[in-house]
Nanobody
Framework: QVQLVESGGGLVQAGVSLRLSCAASGRTFSRYAMGWFRQAPGKDREFVAAISRSGDSTYYASSVKGRFTISRDNAKNTAYLQIHSLKPEDTAVYFC????????????????WGQGTQVTVSS
């Protein structure tokens, strides 16, 4: 199994950029495809982005494509989510997740989850 810990969230102004990190430990990081999801108050958890084991393939929700970038550094056992031009509607708890299968837009396909990091965007 693998343990995941997100960091990098906080209170920021609209229009700025933020990078979230997901540090992994416990197993070989490169064996897992990684995903990012977010959940706003009163809303369902939604897919944001996913990346393959090698990092060669990436996938994005249409709502965030162009502003969000997912990446990974297997040497550092860390996945990242770079967010540009933050908007108030980006406010949510952001979760990273890992799967031994393949990248997916469906939360139930992921076996391991971090505790989440809060991103709050002010107007």
């Amino acid at each position: 199994q693998v343990q995941l810990v997100e960091s990098g969230g906080g209170l920021v102004q609209a229009g700025v950029s933020l990078r979230l990190s997901c540090a992994a430990s416990g197993r070989t990081f490169s064996r897992y495809a990684m995903g990012w999801f977010r959940q706003a108050p009163g809303k369902d958890r939604e897919f944001v982005a996913a990346i393959s084991r090698s990092g060669d393939s990436t996938y994005y929700a249409s709502s965030v494509k162009g502003r969000f970038t997912i990446s990974r550094d297997n040497a550092k056992n860390t996945a990242y989510l770079q967010i540009h031009s933050l908007k108030p509607e980006d406010t949510a708890v952001y979760f990273c997740a890992a799967t031994l299968i393949y990248p997916s837009t469906t939360a139930s396909r992921y076996d391991y989850w971090g505790q989440g990091t809060q991103v709050t965007v002010s107007s």
